[in-house]
T-cell receptor, first 113, second 114 residues
């Protein structure tokens, strides 16, 4: 889904489908990228990260793709489950901002049984 | 054992009051942070400390004063609370400032200023 006005982007999928969440970043000097999952009432939880010397990294059911040319990051979740429903954030750091993560807007993922 | 723990979980208070939020990490990390999450879920860094030394202060009003008695603790004191301070505040830690690494977040403190 696309964001409208001030609302967070949303993505609704059926259980078992694959999900793709996208993120654009603006800092060309960023060399570290990370995805977090935030469930209601909880803090952000680490999912997967990638450094700028790679363009793909895989975890358990998740894959992160990095396209530095167009400054785009994506998170792919295979066989999405209802427990994957949450807000997903991308974040970046690097250049002169070591130790500081700059977060993207967040995408609400809803998985329907 | 909780890696990054912050208290209280909920904080409801009147405008003009002073309040504190405490944070502790048992991961042995050198660096700790405070992030603010607004009603639109936007997460923004406020402060970072490395081994008790202030590293980042992101133009946060002087009413916010972090204190790090040791590298395992980073508390946040807020004076003269305003309605706009209502948000969820997250503490986080990371191994060091030297290399970019993932942050470990606490479960958040929901502050409501009435």
């Amino acid at each position: 889904g696309e964001s409208v006005g001030l609302h967070l982007p949303t993505l609704s999928v059926q259980e078992g489908d694959n999900s793709i969440i996208n993120c654009a970043y603006s800092n060309s000097a960023s060399d570290y990228f990370i995805w977090y999952k935030q469930e209601s009432g909880k803090g952000p939880q680490f999912i997967i990260d990638i450094r700028s010397n790679m363009d793909k990294r895989q975890g358990q059911r998740v894959t992160v793709l990095l396209n530095k040319t167009v400054k785009h990051l994506s998170l792919q979740i295979a066989a999405t489950q209802p427990g994957d429903s949450a807000v997903y954030f991308c974040a970046e750091s690097g250049g002169t901002s070591y130790g500081k993560l700059t977060f993207g807007q967040g995408t609400i993922l809803t998985v329907h049984p | 054992d909780t890696a990054v723990s912050q208290t209280p979980k909920y904080l409801v208070t009147q405008m003009g009051n002073d309040k504190s939020i405490k944070c502790e990490q048992n991961l042995g990390h050198d660096t700790m942070y405070w992030y603010k999450q607004d009603s639109k879920k936007f997460l923004k860094i406020m402060f970072s400390y490395n081994n008790k030394e202030l590293i980042i202060n992101e133009t946060v009003p002087n009413r916010f004063s972090p204190k790090s008695p040791d590298k395992a603790h980073l508390n946040l004191h807020i004076n003269s609370l305003e309605l706009g301070d209502s948000a969820v505040y997250f503490c986080a830690s990371s191994p060091s400032l030297v290399t970019n690494e993932k942050l470990f977040f606490g479960s958040g403190t929901q502050l409501s200023v009435l």
